[in-house]
């Protein structure tokens, strides 16, 4: 049902290697000349052959049918002058005789859903092979399930095809889906148009392909009872980066079974993954990201669970890195802040992040003082200033009717130490402001 025809580079270069020079010596016309493609392709696959030297061309052998629902993987080889094989299929230029019958990449043709006969031809360097397709509306009569193993332990994955039979006698690729009839909670098609099972739990699980016929029936194979081994006999949970996370970071984790025969595999796509408190985690596959954490740190337990075993992982949820503070007063002021005797002054810190968020009112950590040295003598039972940032005059400092008083207010934040906190850029996290108290 098919026709190939191999060339050889002998008419155009030297057997042993293929010479760039010589390529683009014969200039475009002689390119244009082997067949499409177009220049640029045809210099790239040139250079390609001499690489691997590449001296002819020739497609693997296949039955020649496609059906008009489905595909048919063409393969191109290359051979050298000692006959060892290279797969062509993403470096030469595929062409259709009739464009209207589907399309093709990479020697995968996908037919446009209607019956006819094309040819398909391979173009590398010079060389050119064609193959003739016959893409068919046979109609699909039974499909078989095979196995690629007998059975799969639990919390892995396990492989099956599925031969789709037509009423002329071939089998032919065909799109179909996979589907579980019974032990549904054991395991799952994640893409139901591939034939990859991944397992959650032992036990039996039933399995079925099923595919249209060109009536738009529903054709199913037989059942096929697919045992699951109990076999996992503990997990382990571990992070890519350090527990103590903050806002908006992420970090991969990565979850390994450990088998009766000692053996281990990786199997985190296969479990569950879980945090408590959840609203301070955020889980996507195998990649976490911190979320809704406090500045004195949010636990987190973090659980990955498959075949009955499951792996802990104890974080620490931060706020954000700050890269800055900020004194204001109560209304959001910095400027000529000023208070009266007998009254107060509401202080607060507003907080700059890394990502340049800011929380208006940053508390943790914070210590308030005024600097003696940069403020006008003072009685400190008269004026005093909490660690909540509330600073209070008394009344009783009978302050000259134009006379005013300058202090100095700083705020630092430290850490569990007591020391000042720095910022990325190793500058300390302080801050002051000059307050008037006025008669």
Not at 192 to 215: F, M, P, Q
Not at 237 to 249: A, I, P
Not at 285 to 310: H, P
Request: aromatic share 4%; charged share 20%.
């Amino acid at each position: 049902m098919r026709s190939k025809s191999p060339l050889t580079l002998a008419t155009l270069i030297n057997t042993k290697r293929i010479s760039l020079a010589i390529v683009l010596a014969l200039g475009s016309g002689a390119l244009i000349s082997c067949g499409g493609g177009g220049d640029s392709a045809r210099v790239a696959q040139t250079v390609d052959a001499s690489k691997n030297g590449v001296t002819r061309i020739e497609l693997e052998d296949n039955e020649g049918y496609a059906h008009f629902k489905g595909t048919l993987q063409l393969n191109l080889n290359g051979r050298n002058s000692e006959n060892a094989l290279t797969n062509l299929n993403s470096k030469a230029s595929w062409k259709l005789s009739d464009t209207s019958l589907g399309s093709i990449r990479n020697g995968l043709f996908t037919a446009a859903g209607k019956p006819g006969e094309l040819i398909v031809t391979a173009e590398y360097a010079g060389l050119s092979t064609t193959q003739n397709i016959i893409v068919s509306d046979a109609n699909l009569i039974s499909i078989s399930v095979t196995p690629a193993n007998s059975s799969v332990d639990e919390c892995k994955n396990a492989s099956f095809t599925a031969n789709a039979l037509f009423d002329n006698g071939l089998t032919l690729e065909y799109p179909l889906t996979w589907a579980i009839t019974e032990g549904a909670t054991l395991a799952s098609f994640n893409d139901d148009t591939k034939g990859e099972l991944s397992t959650k739990n032992s036990g039996t699980v039933s399995i079925v392909a099923r595919g249209k016929n060109n009536s738009d029936e529903t054709i199913s194979s037989p059942v096929l009872n697919f045992p699951i081994n109990d076999s996992l006999v503990s997990v382990a949970l571990r992070s890519d980066k350090t527990l103590n996370m903050r806002e908006g970071e992420s970090a991969t984790v990565t979850l390994t079974g450990t088998y009766n025969d000692n053996s281990t595999a990786v199997i985190t796509s296969n479990s569950n993954l879980t945090a408590a408190p959840s609203a301070s985690l955020t889980i996507e596959g195998a990649k976490i990201t911190a979320k809704n954490g406090s500045y004195a740190g949010t636990d987190v337990v973090l659980t990955g669970s498959c075949g009955g075993q499951s792996g802990e992982l104890d974080l620490v949820i931060l706020k954000k890195q700050i890269k800055s503070i900020e004194i204001k007063n109560s209304n959001g002021g910095t400027d000529n802040l000023s208070v009266t005797e007998g009254g107060n002054l509401d202080l607060n810190i507003t907080a700059t992040f890394a990502d340049d968020s800011t929380d208006s009112n940053y508390d943790y950590k914070v210590n308030w003082s005024i600097v003696d040295s940069k403020s006008d003598d003072f009685d400190d039972d008269l004026i005093t200033l909490d660690q909540t940032g509330k600073l209070t005059i008394s009344g009783d400092l009978n302050l000259a009717l134009n006379q005013q008083l300058k202090l100095v207010v700083r705020a630092e934040v430290r850490d569990e130490n007591d020391k000042v906190v720095t910022n990325a850029q190793g500058q300390q996290l302080v801050d002051e402001i000059n307050i008037v108290v006025r008669p």
